[in-house]
Antibody, heavy 120, light 110 residues
Framework: QVQLVQSGSELKKPGASVKVSCKASGYTLTRYAMNWVRQAPGQGLEWMGWINTKTGNPTFAQGFTGRFVFSLDTSVSTAFLQIFSLKAEDTAVYYC?????????????WGKGTTVTVSS | QSALTQPPSASGSPGQSVTISCTGTSSDVGDYNYVSWYQQHPGKAPKLMIYEVTKRPSGVPARFSGSKSGNTASLTVSGLQAEDEADYYCSSYAGSNKLVFGGGTKLTVL
């Protein structure tokens, strides 16, 4: 079945970097764009941006430029989110979510989330 | 882009109907019929409930329906059931290949 399998929880110190993976199974990664969504503790969903999985071209939401990188390794059907110069406020659950591919700008499959904790 | 505005909470008794609003602007909700709604239970990933304002994915009960008027979209849950208690988020296309979420509404089944 179609699913997105995300990497496990991470504990990082401020200033470090983290790379979260999202492996697509049951479908071809490059046929659907991939979104990334952040959810800080006790807070709502925040759209971070998306990556065109055909071209690798990323689009970032306001507030997610500079320290955030979206990338792909199509040979292993995996999308990545990398965050540099981590801050305490980056502590959150990060979700990858597949675009439906229908042009309707909604996500139909979500990973279970990766918890990133930034603490000294 | 600013987050869409949702009421922080909503509630209803089993069997009743409840409507959750999602207010945006003429640059997002008002300009596109690309509003979607997601249900999130504690500790779980969000689940798509409504897309393109009114459409329901297969497997989502017909008790869930969506609508839109001007800059405000709405999710109505009819015949409330205990398992409907969750957080609900709206999302809209905001132009320039960007999306925006609402702040979320905690639905309590009394």
């Amino acid at each position: 079945q179609v699913q997105l399998v995300q990497s496990g929880s991470e504990l990082k110190k401020p200033g470090a970097s983290v790379k979260v993976s999202c492996k697509a199974s049951g479908y071809t990664l490059t046929r659907y764009a991939m979104n990334w969504v952040r959810q800080a503790p006790g807070q709502g969903l925040e759209w971070m941006g998306w990556i065109n999985t055909k071209t690798g071209n990323p689009t970032f939401a306001q507030g997610f430029t500079g320290r955030f990188v979206f990338s792909l390794d199509t040979s292993v059907s995996t999308a990545f989110l990398q965050i540099f110069s981590l801050k305490a406020e980056d502590t959150a659950v990060y979700y990858c979510a597949r675009d439906s591919g229908s042009g309707g700008y909604y996500t139909d499959v979500w990973g279970k989330g990766t918890t990133v904790t930034v603490s000294s | 882009q600013s987050a869409l505005t949702q009421p922080p909470s909503a509630s209803g008794s089993p069997g009743q109907s409840v409507t959750i609003s999602c207010t945006g602007t003429s640059s997002d909700v008002g300009d596109y019929n690309y509003v979607s709604w997601y249900q999130q239970h504690p500790g779980k990933a969000p689940k798509l409930m409504i897309y393109e304002v009114t459409k329901r994915p297969s497997g989502v009960p017909a008790r869930f329906s969506g609508s839109k008027s001007g800059n405000t979209a709405s999710l109505t849950v009819s015949g409330l059931q205990a398992e409907d208690e969750a957080d609900y988020y709206c999302s809209s296309y905001a132009g320039s290949n960007k999306l925006v979420f609402g702040g979320g509404t905690k639905l309590t089944v009394l």
